[in-house]
């Protein structure tokens, strides 16, 4: 099959690789309808994590299953399913308490590289969503997003605790602080602090629910935020960045009592600890456990209530995977979706 693989920083082909094949009993194949770049993955692609030689890359996917392992129960072949970046059992304490990213026996979708024509996916029964039936060309970017940035964005909502009244600024422009925006939203935010320099995301921003854009970024933008809120700072902050910058200015923004959701990858962040004692802020995040939303997400794309594909602004075909890469890097496109 066709897949992607990072060689070195900005080194990206699309080349031949090995078909993948069951290896535990409750692994299922996916031939992939759809995959695409992720902002995480631009860590690597610039150079900022290390990679370890040649490393097939992605972790958000879409498709039909093919075959599946001889335990796998739920999942059947001929569905079209949705999964998480982390396989999980969905069964052990740390998922049924909904942190399916810690499960016990998780493992990272990303080591198989979902941007490719097949996939395996480890731990079927507990990692996969199917739909209702296969669903139209329209949904399928809908449907990937869900994969991973729209349950992250969502996630980073529901640690930062947003709930109807409530003021809400997301800190990050891509496609997670976008989704998290839609999210808030949909969780009944009153009032939605859109923090973004770039006027084709702030468009998106306001489409998806945002009520206020800030432009300005660090200490002014926090200083922006504390004006439209009286001077007290929103009830709830989403971080979707990882930076240093980015995590104080979240943190900062959040009034006294406030609560913090960071699901930005964290790179070189570090907290001052006696200003976090006195700021009453409360932080909530991590790698967020998409399993745990996907049914409800699932839902609400079927049945037309949501529409996150919009983030996918550059299609391309798979082969193509290099040019998604760049466009994202250079920020002209907020999320590249591949086709298969």
Same mark, same amino acid.
């Given at each position: 099959?066709?897949?992607?693989?990072?060689?070195?920083?900005?080194?990206?082909?699309?080349?031949?690789?090995?078909?993948?094949?069951?290896? %535990?009993?409750?692994?299922?194949?996916?031939?992939?309808?759809?995959?695409?770049?992720?902002?995480?993955?631009?860590?690597?692609?610039?150079?900022?994590?290390?990679?370890?030689?040649?490393?097939?890359?992605?972790?958000?996917?879409?498709?039909?299953?093919?075959?599946?392992?001889? %335990?796998?129960?739920?999942?059947?072949?001929?569905?079209?399913?949705?999964?998480?970046?982390?396989?999980?059992?969905?069964?052990?304490?740390?998922?049924?308490?909904?942190?399916?990213?810690?499960?016990? &026996?998780?493992?990272?979708?990303?080591?198989?590289?979902?941007?490719?024509?097949?996939?395996?996916?480890?731990?079927?029964?507990?990692?996969?969503?199917?739909?209702?039936?296969?669903?139209?060309?329209?949904?399928?970017?809908?449907?990937?997003?869900?994969?991973?940035?729209?349950?992250?964005?969502?996630?980073?909502?529901?640690?930062?605790?947003?709930?109807?009244?409530?003021?809400?600024?997301?800190?990050?422009?891509?496609?997670?602080?976008?989704?998290?925006?839609?999210?808030?939203? %949909?969780?009944?935010?009153?009032?939605?602090?859109?923090?973004?320099?770039?006027?084709?995301? %702030?468009?998106?921003?306001?489409?998806?629910?945002?009520?206020?854009?800030?432009?300005?970024?660090?200490?002014?933008?926090?200083?922006?935020?504390?004006?439209?809120?009286?001077?007290?700072?929103?009830?709830?902050?989403?971080?979707?960045?990882?930076?240093?910058?980015?995590?104080?200015?979240?943190?900062?923004?959040?009034?006294?009592?406030?609560?913090?959701?960071?699901?930005?990858?964290?790179?070189?962040?570090?907290?001052?600890?006696?200003?976090?004692?006195?700021?009453?802020?409360?932080?909530?995040?991590?790698?967020?456990?998409?399993?745990?939303?996907?049914?409800?997400?699932?839902?609400?794309?079927? &049945?037309?209530?949501?529409?996150?594909?919009?983030?996918?602004?550059?299609?391309?075909?798979?082969?193509?995977?290099?040019?998604?890469?760049?466009?994202?890097?250079?920020?002209?496109?907020?999320?590249?979706?591949?086709?298969?």
């Amino acid at each position: 099959m066709r897949g992607a693989v990072l060689h070195a920083p900005r080194d990206v082909r699309v080349e031949e690789r090995d078909d993948p094949k069951i290896i %535990q009993p409750t692994d299922a194949i996916i031939r992939l309808s759809a995959t695409c770049v992720c902002g995480s993955d631009l860590w690597p692609y610039r150079g900022i994590e290390s990679v370890d030689g040649p490393s097939p890359m992605g972790h958000e996917y879409v498709g039909i299953v093919q075959e599946v392992g001889s %335990q796998v129960r739920a999942i059947k072949p001929g569905q079209f399913v949705v999964g998480s970046f982390y396989a999980s059992d969905n069964t052990c304490e740390l998922c049924q308490a909904g942190y399916q990213t810690a499960c016990i &026996n998780k493992e990272p979708i990303g080591a198989n590289g979902a941007q490719a024509e097949s996939l395996r996916v480890p731990l079927a029964d507990g990692t996969l969503v199917a739909t209702p039936d296969i669903p139209s060309d329209d949904l399928l970017p809908s449907l990937l997003a869900a994969s991973d940035v729209l349950g992250t964005g969502w996630f980073g909502a529901v640690a930062a605790e947003v709930s109807p009244h409530k003021t809400v600024a997301v800190v990050g422009d891509g496609a997670v602080g976008l989704l998290a925006v839609l999210a808030a939203s %949909q969780l009944g935010a009153e009032r939605i602090i859109a923090m973004s320099r770039h006027a084709p995301r %702030q468009q998106l921003a306001i489409e998806f629910g945002a009520t206020d854009i800030v432009t300005e970024r660090g200490d002014a933008g926090v200083a922006r935020v504390k004006e439209l809120t009286g001077g007290l700072g929103a009830h709830s902050v989403i971080e979707a960045v990882g930076t240093q910058e980015s995590m104080l200015q979240a943190v900062r923004s959040a009034r006294p009592g406030g609560h913090v959701g960071y699901v930005g990858v964290a790179h070189g962040v570090t907290l001052p600890g006696e200003e976090l004692f006195f700021s009453h802020v409360h932080l909530h995040g991590g790698p967020a456990p998409v399993r745990r939303f996907l049914p409800e997400l699932v839902d609400l794309i079927w &049945n037309r209530q949501i529409d996150p594909g919009k983030v996918f602004d550059l299609s391309l075909p798979l082969e193509q995977a290099a040019e998604g890469y760049k466009a994202m890097d250079e920020r002209r496109a907020i999320k590249t979706l591949l086709r298969l």
